[in-house]
């Protein structure tokens, strides 16, 4: 029997934790991930006796962005059902980064693409030495649209256009020295600083928090309406669905430079 994408656990805290379950794949996500996602946040985010989200990945790394093979099948899909894998992607990211109370995100291995994402669009992100990330999108010939004003919140403008443009890997210190993340805790201590994170957290006041963490957004202009929703969406879809998405994505699967590629 197969696992399920997304393994959700609350303790008697109210401490809750998604981990990400495709370890076989790198956690890169697909249409199941992102629809267990979907699902489990609404539902954890009105239960009251949840006070926190940690998110973690299974296996060698946090999250290796989207499945390339998810992502070559969608390609070929109608426009309906192509938009409609953008607007899960998009949804998401915006579930979590709205959500009522305050998440936790444990990095190792990698984290590139829709990782990134998730970090974006978490409170409290701490990483192991061994990190590695990148918004690698572009190499693929696809946009990074559903993640793009999360970024831009998290790293500011300035370096969410050298490593979106570039698709560059970085490592754990400089995700710290940009802010992506805020600590860098050896493997062997993250368990520790987690409980410690996770204490701080229970002794504030659940409705305190809540109205702290959505003032930020609102007052900042970071709560997505629809029809931004809808817009990132489709900036996404069109591009994976071009002649330069299916190109990328097959030479991506090919393990070939793309057409593109003419270093000479």
Not at 39 to 56: F, G, H, K, N, Q
Not at 162 to 190: C, K, N, S
Not at 231 to 250: D, I, K, M, V
Request: hydrophobic content about 40%; some cysteine; charged content about 20%.
């Amino acid at each position: 029997m197969s696992q399920p994408p997304v393994l959700l656990a609350v303790d008697p805290r109210g401490v809750a934790t998604a981990t990400l379950n495709r370890p076989e794949r790198g956690n890169a996500y697909n249409a199941a991930m992102l629809d267990a996602l979907i699902e489990a946040l609404p539902r954890l985010a009105a239960d009251p006796s949840v006070r926190c989200l940690v998110i973690r990945g299974a296996g060698k790394h946090f999250q290796a962005g989207a499945d390339i093979d998810w992502l070559n099948e969608v390609a070929a899909y109608a426009p309906p059902e192509n938009y409609a894998a953008s607007i899960a992607t998009t949804k998401a990211m915006q579930l979590l980064n709205e959500f009522p109370k305050p998440t936790i995100a444990l990095i190792h291995g990698a984290c590139f693409g829709g990782g990134v994402g998730l970090a974006c669009c978490t409170d409290v992100v701490f990483a192991t030495p061994d990190a590695q990330f990148g918004i690698t999108e572009i190499r693929v010939g696809v946009a990074p649209t559903p993640i793009s004003t999360h970024m831009v919140n998290a790293i500011g403008l300035r370096h969410t256009r050298r490593y979106a443009l570039t698709g560059e890997r970085f490592d754990a210190r400089e995700a710290e020295r940009i802010g992506l993340i805020h600590e860098i805790v050896p493997a062997d201590q993250t368990e520790t600083r987690l409980e410690g994170v996770i204490d701080a957290i229970l002794r504030g006041g659940p409705n305190a928090i809540a109205m702290t963490k959505r003032s930020f957004l609102g007052a900042n202009g970071l709560l997505l309406d629809d029809r931004q929703v809808s817009l990132l969406a489709h900036e996404g879809w069109t591009q994976r669905h071009s002649p330069e998405g299916r190109e990328g994505t097959s030479a991506f699967r090919q393990k070939r430079t793309p057409a593109w590629y003419n270093p000479a």
